[in-house]
């Protein structure tokens, strides 16, 4: 079922990298056998602390508890600029690429720290304290990581929402952390298209009265509303403030952030990051996992609104004293070789992008990549959903020139840093193989009643035992953290996605096993959609489960039952996608949506998923049990008229 073709670990990666193999087996071992002291020596090396920590960890996956380095005081924005200014002040920081291959920016750490600064008195001046959460709404710009860091230096919590999600979505997010100031721009720009950032933020407000600042960059001047109460522009009001701001001693468990992301029901989850744990995490792996060196340059095209971003654009590289590249645009404009004019343009060694990506740039074929010299690069990794190898081997041999080693970094919000991973000087490669255990890392397979399977084998991934950056809580919701993830298996943490461990003891993700979707690396929960279709009038009942795309990896299949009185037709179709865009984001947009006159359901009347997702796959042989179903012709009419015919 899996290629066999391994990709052995080259005498130049290994001599040229952190760790070899035995580096690799003496390190994981300390990191299980003596994990006090193993962390302790990392956060000794990878950070820099106020005050010293007490106790290493206190953790009980019972009551979903963990705790680090207590009693340690630190401050985020110190590790990522101000300790970096005596031997690196004018190095680049942050390289700024536009959606516009002409406008560009390079921001040195002695800059970013006037910048973060500036922006964190402004904060002050609007009274926001220590513990208080902020809503950043932005487009990849650099301003986006300054509020980041400027709420990390004044104790202050971001709560950071993807700009592509809709002014319903970001209401919720507002509401449900409580934010009172919102940071956002005019607009953004992606793919020459403007998106009404300020404009959707206006929206959402209409119905959060609590949010007293709204700070807006402008990024294109185009004109916006305004109101005088309560907004101000970004650029005016880092003027009237000083360029130096005393951070903010903060405790190892106090809160970084909060990042919503979807699970199985259809309210998102604030999962909650802390500052100690979660940023030795993210530096560690960024160290390691990508092989960083000084001076390199290094390119994670995420978004600042995804975990990715969080961790591997913004805290993990800055904390390291990196250069990070932040791209405002998208791998296919103006074209598609766009991502390769880029690494030369820059110089970039290190690039980490999403197998969507990937596949999106293979269809286009490798004109676009062979027309760029590429020969800067040395690492290339991937992230954010399984990866199918024959995008794998394209990546490798055509992006990398069968020269960089590809990492395939399997981990998660909840996780907040990498988890399996291969190290570049120890690992040889499997395409399609997330690999092996970072340090601290004890993966587990389980079967359907609890069993921990042995050797080679499939199951439910847990992990074992805590980690640094685990998530702390679901905020606002701890009994939500129990229940999602301590529960199912009790005393270990479930991830939500199925693997199998090959004999080698290789791990190989293969996707969600809850009603979590993966669309192009995007989390959605099929509950969300769900939600949002009955919220229209057309609509008596859906039901939504994901089918495989080529390029995305998953679509989204909505089965709809409309109300008795409406008839069904393909402008109201059109009209359902667009509802669903502007109730999640439209990256939620469903890509079929099939009438049904009912759903199948089992006598006690719960939706037969299972069914409707074979249905949606095309894979009728293996319906499997239809004798539960309180109405089996319900089946034939959806397999009657099923859309995605091969
Ligand atoms: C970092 C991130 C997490 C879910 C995760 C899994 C999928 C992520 C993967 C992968 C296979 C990989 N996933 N990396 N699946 N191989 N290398 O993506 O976080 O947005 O929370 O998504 O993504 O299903 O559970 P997040």
Same mark, same amino acid.
């Given at each position: ?47 820099? /602390? ?45 390289? /700024? ?169 259809? @309210? ?76 030369? @343009? ?50 490798? %041999? ?52 609890? @069993?921990? =399977? ?97 390029? @995305? ?10 109300? %008795? ?63 539960? =179903? ?17």
């Amino acid at each position: 079922m899996y290629p066999k073709e391994l990709h052995p670990v080259t005498d130049q990666v290994r001599e040229s990298a952190h760790l070899d193999e035995a580096g690799y087996q003496a390190m994981y071992r300390a990191s299980i056998e003596q994990p006090e002291q193993f962390w302790a020596e990392q956060a000794e090396r990878f950070l820099t /602390w106020e005050h010293p920590w007490h106790t290493v960890s206190d953790c009980d996956f019972r009551q979903g508890q963990a705790a680090w380095f207590i009693g340690g005081k630190l401050n985020v924005s110190v590790n990522c600029i101000d300790r970096h200014l005596s031997s690196r002040g004018e190095q680049t920081a942050i390289i /700024w690429e536009g959606d516009e291959p002409t406008d560009d920016a390079r921001i040195s750490y002695r800059e970013l720290h006037e910048k973060v600064c500036r922006l964190a008195n402004v904060l002050k001046s609007r009274g926001v304290k220590k513990g208080d959460r902020v809503c950043l709404y932005m487009p990849m710009v650099p301003e986006a990581a300054y509020a980041m860091l400027a709420c990390a230096r004044i104790g202050a919590v971001h709560s950071v929402v993807f700009g592509g999600f809709s002014p319903d979505a970001v209401r919720d997010r507002i509401l449900d952390a409580d934010c009172q100031t919102v940071i956002t721009a005019d607009y953004g720009v992606r793919g020459g298209k403007p998106v009404p950032l300020k404009a959707n933020v206006d929206k959402a407000l209409a119905k959060c009265p609590n949010v007293h600042s709204v700070i807006t960059v402008r990024r294109t001047g185009e004109t916006i509303d305004w109101d005088t109460t309560r907004d101000l522009w970004y650029h005016e009001a880092i003027e009237q403030v000083s360029a130096d701001c005393a951070p903010e001693p903060m405790d190892s468990e106090d809160p970084l952030f909060i990042l919503y992301t979807s699970g199985s029901t259809g @309210k998102p989850k604030g999962v909650l990051h802390t500052t100690g744990g979660y940023l030795l995490s993210a530096a560690m792996t960024h160290h390691y996992v990508f092989d960083y060196k000084p001076g390199e340059i290094y390119w994670c095209t995420a978004d600042v609104g995804w975990i990715t971003g969080h961790s591997y654009i913004v805290y993990g590289p800055l904390c390291n004293g990196a250069t990070t590249l932040m791209f405002e645009g998208v791998p296919t404009y103006p074209d598609a070789s766009r991502c390769w004019q880029v690494v030369d @343009k820059h110089q970039v060694n290190i690039f980490y992008t999403a197998p969507t990506a990937i596949r999106a740039l293979m269809a286009k074929g490798n004109e676009f990549v062979t027309s760029c010299q590429r020969s800067s690069l040395r690492l290339l990794g991937t992230v954010g959903e399984p990866i199918n190898p024959e995008a794998w081997e394209w990546y490798y %041999h055509v992006v990398g020139d069968s020269r960089c080693p590809v990492v395939d970094t399997w981990w998660q919000t909840e996780t907040g840093a990498i988890m399996i991973t291969p190290l570049p000087g120890a690992t040889d490669l499997k395409p399609g193989s997330a690999t092996r255990p970072f340090f601290g890392v004890e993966p587990a397979l389980m079967d359907p009643d609890g @069993k921990e =399977l042995q050797g080679a084998a499939s199951g439910n991934l847990v992990l074992k035992r805590s980690w640094p950056s685990q998530i702390r809580t679901v905020y606002g919701d701890h009994q939500r953290l129990v229940d999602t993830y301590f529960s199912a298996y009790p005393g270990l943490y479930f991830t939500g996605d199925g693997a199998r461990r090959d004999e080698d003891g290789y791990y190989w993700i293969t996707g969600r096993v809850d009603d979590v979707l993966n669309v192009s690396g995007h989390r959605i929960g099929t509950a969300e959609v769900e939600s949002a279709l009955v919220l229209h009038d057309s609509v008596a009942e859906a039901a939504v489960v994901g089918c495989p795309h080529d390029i @995305k990896g998953q679509a989204i299949y909505a089965y709809v039952m409309p109300m %008795h009185d409406v008839e069904p037709s393909d402008a109201l179709i059109s009209e359902l996608k667009a509802f669903v865009a502007e109730q999640v984001g439209g990256f939620a947009k469903p890509e079929f949506i099939q009438w049904t006159p009912g759903l199948p359901k089992t006598r006690s009347g719960k939706i037969m998923r299972r069914i409707l997702r074979k249905i949606a796959e095309d894979e009728l042989e293996s319906l499997g049990d239809t004798s539960t =179903l309180a109405d089996p012709a319900v089946v034939e009419e959806l397999i009657a008229h099923r859309l995605n015919r091969a």
